[in-house]
């Protein structure tokens, strides 16, 4: 199954969470050509002082993960 996760800086009342959550949902079966209902999604709130963002001039090194999925094609990436 899909997981899309999500980090926010703050709180959110859950039906606006929810209608995130169904937007991205469709989102992602629409890009992925699948049905919107596979894939999950979690919501972290991190809350004030807990998510923090580098400026470029102090930042040592960029950290980047990614997932292997399947291509606009179809065609499922077996990456290692």
Not at 1 to 14: E, F, K, V
């Amino acid at each position: 199954m899909p997981y899309l996760h999500l980090d926010l800086p703050r709180s959110y009342a859950t039906a606006v969470k929810r209608d995130l959550a169904t937007r991205l949902c469709k989102v992602y079966a629409e890009v992925m050509q699948t049905q919107s209902w596979r894939p999950n999604v979690g919501i972290a709130e991190l809350g004030e002082d807990n998510l923090f963002h580098l400026d470029p001039d102090d930042a040592g090194e960029d950290e980047a993960r990614f997932r292997w999925g399947k291509f606009a094609s179809g065609e499922v990436d077996n990456h290692p």
